[in-house]
């Protein structure tokens, strides 16, 4: 892959003369991947909500059974928050120019956020020990996702990581979470407002790094494809682990996964 838009190539005249769509674009890819960027969006949702919610939210009742659910569910979304944490972080050192590389930076930043306020929320409903907690629900598909994408950024490849992580892991967050945060206790639908908010910046840079990705390389998209039915069966998989913590009636379930599908289908990605 060739780096484009790096400290070094900046100001190069040639480059200026032949390709200025290039550098129209690098500019623009510089701002709305920049911290500033970042931090004027995530201002507008988490100011004064350091866990996420504000703290004078009262705590709704929620009876034992009701309790156990939303832990095991936070307990999986905590595997996939982990999952995203260390995946962000090694492709950091992954991207192909310095734009994606402080978007990575930034992602790093969300996903240790989510994971934290996950756990929080872990601790407040009354787990002593957290970590351990998610280590003891969390469902095998999502663990065995995780081993995968941390796989794929550990070979160092740096498209279908973006796929993995950006793609398919974001559309199967952004999915739950909205649904989730519509049936959620109050508290618990504060936080996962603000983890959609995130989650749809990061599959907007999926989706994008993905499109140019494929227009310059279509003979990638077999591989992906390839990959996407492996990855599904996880994916699916990770949502029958859901379903009955999210209180799903039976006739519901297969909405959930068929909204995935439909949503990653609608990128257009893989044609
Ligand atoms: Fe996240
Ligand atoms: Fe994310």
Redesign the pocket.
């Known amino acids: 892959m060739t780096p484009t838009g790096t400290a070094s190539n900046q100001g190069d005249t040639t480059d200026t003369e032949a390709e200025p769509h290039q550098l129209d674009e690098e500019t623009f890819y510089g701002e709305v991947r920049s911290f500033s960027f970042w931090f004027e969006a995530v201002e507008g949702y988490l100011e004064g909500r350091p866990y996420g919610y504000d703290p004078a939210m009262p705590e709704e009742q929620l009876d034992q059974q009701h309790r156990e659910r939303i832990v095991t569910t936070l307990c999986n979304y905590c595997v996939g ?1 982990a999952a ?1 944490l260390e995946a ?1 972080s090694g492709m950091v050192r992954l991207a192909p120019n310095h734009n994606s590389r402080i978007f990575m930076a930034t ?1 790093v930043a ?2 240790a956020r ?1 994971l934290e306020v996950f756990l929080h929320r872990i601790g407040q409903l009354g787990v002593q020990d957290p970590e351990a907690e998610v280590q003891r629900l969390a469902h095998p598909n999502i663990v065995a996702f995780k081993a995968r994408l941390l796989e794929l950024v550990d070979d160092g490849d740096w498209d279908a990581s973006v796929f993995a ?2 793609v398919l ?2 559309t199967l ?1 952004f999915t739950v979470f909205r649904y989730h945060a519509r049936t959620a206790d109050a508290i618990t639908s504060q936080i996962l407002d603000g ?1 959609v908010s ?2 749809r ?3 907007g840079f999926g989706e994008n790094t993905l499109g140019h990705h494929l227009v310059a390389h279509p003979d990638d998209r077999a591989r992906l494809t390839e990959m996407k039915s492996q990855l599904d069966t996880l994916v699916l998989g990770a949502f029958e682990g859901a379903y009955d913590d999210l209180g799903l009636h039976r006739d519901q379930r297969p909405q959930l996964g068929r909204d995935y599908l439909e949503a990653v289908e609608r990128l257009g990605l893989l044609g």
Do not use: I
Request: aromatic share 0%; hydrophobic share 35%; charged share 45%.
């Open positions: 928050e995203a962000a992602q969300d996903e989510h992580l950006n892991l974001e967050e983890v995130d989650e910046r990061h599959l």
